[in-house]
């Protein structure tokens, strides 16, 4: 078997590498920096999803050989004027406690009536320093009023996706994986490549 066009994730999110993993199938090798153990963490000091997606793309990049993919996401909701944004893994106080998060989602929510709003994926790939290419996904949706269902991370107990009865974490990881912020800048990252305009 021909060896596959290896990528690596500028990640340590266990949950985003096996979406993003699955989504790709086996066209690529898929890892991400928990296989590199000496490289440093990457502070995410920007104030939107592509300043952020290309720290960590450039700064990867710059340490390791070969093709990387930067990640950055978030939930924006309308009635709380586009929060938590670029600030949801820390929003409930504690960077990366999704139980937390949801808790202050659900606390800020509280006789809302307007319950608009999406999940956006921002991916940038990077070699050896040098920003290739940006892709952008986005799901919208609403903020149920509680939490439901055990698949997907973070916010998933509390995202409706547009036109879906259930939660993205009740509907499931099949599901997630068509119509995902994620999934749909994956897709447009895979249409580049299949149409020869990106060689990895
Ligand atoms: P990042 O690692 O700085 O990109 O932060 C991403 C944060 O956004 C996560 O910690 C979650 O709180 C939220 N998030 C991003 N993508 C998803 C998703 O697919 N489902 C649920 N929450 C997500």
Redesign the pocket.
């Known amino acids: 078997m021909p060896t596959r066009p290896r990528l690596i994730l500028a990640?340590r999110?266990a949950?985003?590498t096996e979406?993003i993993r699955h989504i790709l199938g086996d066209r690529l090798e898929v890892l991400d920096v928990t296989s590199f153990p000496d490289l440093p963490e990457i502070e995410?000091t920007g104030s939107t999803?592509l300043e952020?997606?290309r720290l960590k793309a450039l700064g990867i990049s710059r340490r390791i050989k070969g093709w990387v993919l930067a990640?950055?996401?978030?939930?924006e909701v309308d009635a709380l004027g586009g929060a938590?944004g670029?600030w949801?893994?820390?929003?409930g106080g504690e960077?990366?406690n999704?139980t937390k998060?949801n808790e202050r989602l659900m606390q800020e929510m509280t006789e809302k009536a307007e319950r608009s709003a999406r999940?956006r994926?921002t991916l940038v790939l990077a070699k050896e320093g040098v920003e290739k290419a940006v892709f952008t996904g986005t799901v919208e949706g609403l903020v149920a009023e509680s939490p439901s269902g055990n698949g997907?991370?973070?916010?998933?107990p509390l995202?409706i996706p547009e036109g879906h009865t259930a939660t993205?974490a009740d509907l499931g990881a099949e599901v997630?994986s068509t119509l995902?912020?994620?999934a749909r800048a994956i897709r447009a990252f895979v249409v580049e490549v299949e149409g020869g305009f990106i060689n990895l």
């Open positions: 990640t999110n949950h985003k979406e995410e999803f952020n997606a990640d950055d996401s978030g939930l938590p670029v949801s893994s820390s929003y960077e990366g999704h998060n999940f994926c997907g991370f973070g916010y998933d995202f993205m997630k995902s912020h994620r």
